[in-house]
């Protein structure tokens, strides 16, 4: 194993973000509280919400992504699809964004050595 320092380490290609998309169903009062404790489970966990059914949160690789999954599939809710997406640092600078119909810029992704 080469010392490459923490360059290799903290590559943009290593570094992942985290997309939690889901369909819940809210047709009775139980299924209410359980998206609302699903989508607060998130919260806690360290995702922020990027739209309504879509949560995200950064992950420095593989073994965060696996111990994130395994809690996530601890804390589904009884009904719904949920669907879990891995991009890399880099995928993700390159998102295209649309709000009201206009182009938003390009999304800053964290400073990756303000994150350790």
């Not at 290609?13 to 299924?31: A, N």
């Not at 995702?47 to 949560?55: D, G, H, K, N, T």
């Not at 719904?80 to 890399?88: E, K």
Request: charged fraction near 30%.
């Amino acid at each position: 194993m080469s010392n490459g320092g923490g360059a290799s380490y903290l590559s943009g290609y290593r570094l992942m973000w985290i997309f939690v998309m889901f369909d819940l169903p809210v047709g009775t009062k139980k299924q209410m509280r359980d998206a609302t404790k699903f989508r607060e489970f998130l919260l806690d966990e360290g995702f922020e919400m990027s739209q309504f059914s879509v949560y995200a949160r950064f992950c420095n690789g593989q073994d965060s992504f696996q111990t994130h999954l395994k809690r996530i599939e601890r804390n589904l809710p009884e009904k719904g699809d949920v669907h879990i997406l891995t991009f890399t640092d880099r995928q993700y600078e390159n998102i295209v964004r649309f709000s009201s119909q206009r182009r938003k810029k390009q999304r800053k992704n964290p400073d990756q050595l303000a994150m350790f």
